[in-house]
């Protein structure tokens, strides 16, 4: 693992510091921007961070807040007041939301989805090309562009490696969320190409369809007793709502778990993690959201991470699992 991929605390946007510098003066404004800003669950780091970025560079905006609160529906009924209010730009936050506000890049409904009326910036999306938001991260090719939280799987798992070699991984997960799905899928190619075995333990559905979280204890013990040497936990919302019953279950079973994503290592027990975080990401989507109100067509802003990601260990789950990290992995890594 090089120094150049992840410093100790590194909460540097290169992508970001390298744009401001080459960035297009703004362009005369009569008016505060008026940014409709749909979130999933509410007001997060990433939220915040985008909102910093103009208050911290005096770009006048109104920030319209609209939750969906984890409803496909409501972000369908956001949308809807967008279209008929015309807001300078959206701000979507999460998948589902992307996925439900602007459609399928190939089956865009005008009626119900953004389409090319009002330009968008999203964040903290998984796989945005898997989940058909945008066909090319180069070149997103219609009116909404955005960020990267998550890094490519191999370079996760080349990560993961660095603390113990493994031969077997588990995951548990929402089967009715797009985030999950992509990252079994992507962790399965993994697993054909490098030849670990994956332990795959999906949450079983109540009779509405809906993940059981009482079920989340019994399926990570399952993948321990499966012989699984890490939990991968994957970026979903269910999990992230359940993240305390879900790392206490990955302890109780003797179990390290990896995430990509911050809240499970901040938050709750998880072992050790690869992320982005979530406030430095909102102020690189603001910075491509101030590219599109200065005239720029988000078609030709690609769609990428940060520079950087920061490697985290959480040590009080490391002596609780007696399974520490060798020193020259601490070398690179914050320790909460």
């Known amino acids: 693992m090089s120094r150049g991929l992840i410093g100790r605390r590194s909460l540097l946007v290169g992508g970001l510091t390298a744009g401001l510098a080459a960035r297009r003066p703004a362009r005369a404004q009569q008016r505060p921007w008026r940014i409709m800003m749909i979130t999933w669950r509410g007001w997060e780091d990433a939220c915040q961070g985008f909102a910093d970025f103009f208050s911290e560079r005096n770009v006048p905006v109104e920030l319209v807040l609209r939750d969906a609160g984890q409803s496909p529906a409501m972000v369908t009924r956001h949308v809807a007041e967008a279209k008929e209010t015309r807001p300078d730009l959206v701000y979507l936050w999460g998948t589902t939301t992307a ?31 898997w989940n058909k938001i945008v066909p090319s991260l180069e070149r997103p090719s219609r009116r909404a562009t955005g960020t990267l939280y998550i890094t490519a799987m191999a370079q996760q798992l080349a990560t993961l490696a660095t603390y113990r070699p493994f031969r077997s991984i588990g995951i548990t997960y929402s089967p009715i969320e797009g985030n999950s ?32 979280a009482a079920a989340l204890p019994a399926k990570v013990a399952e993948i321990a007793r499966a012989g699984a040497e890490w939990l991968y936990i994957a970026p979903d919302t269910f999990l992230n ?19 990509s994503t911050e809240p499970y290592i901040l938050q709750a027990h998880a072992l050790f993690g690869l992320v982005s975080r979530y406030y430095a990401v909102g102020q690189f989507t603001a910075f ?22 920061s490697l985290i260990v959480n040590v009080q789950t490391a002596k609780r699992l007696e399974f520490y990290p060798p020193l020259s992995l601490l070398r690179f890594a914050e320790t909460v």
Do not use: C
């Open 288 to 309: 491509k959201a101030e590219q599109i109100l200065n005239g720029v067509e988000p078609a030709s802003i690609p769609v990428e991470p940060l520079a950087r990601f």
């Open 99 to 129: 996925m439900v506000a602007l459609g399928p890049y190939d089956a865009v409904d005008p009626t119900i989805h953004l389409a090319d009326e009002i330009p968008a910036v999203f964040n903290i999306v998984t796989e945005p090309v």
């Open 181 to 212: 799905r992509a990252v079994v899928e992507l962790l399965g190619q993994e697993a054909r190409r490098t030849g670990f075995e994956l332990i795959d333990r999906p949450v079983p559905l109540d009779d509405a369809g809906k993940p059981i």
């Open 241 to 259: 709502g359940n993240k305390l019953p879900l790392t206490q279950a990955a302890l109780d079973a003797g179990l390290p778990s990896f995430t």
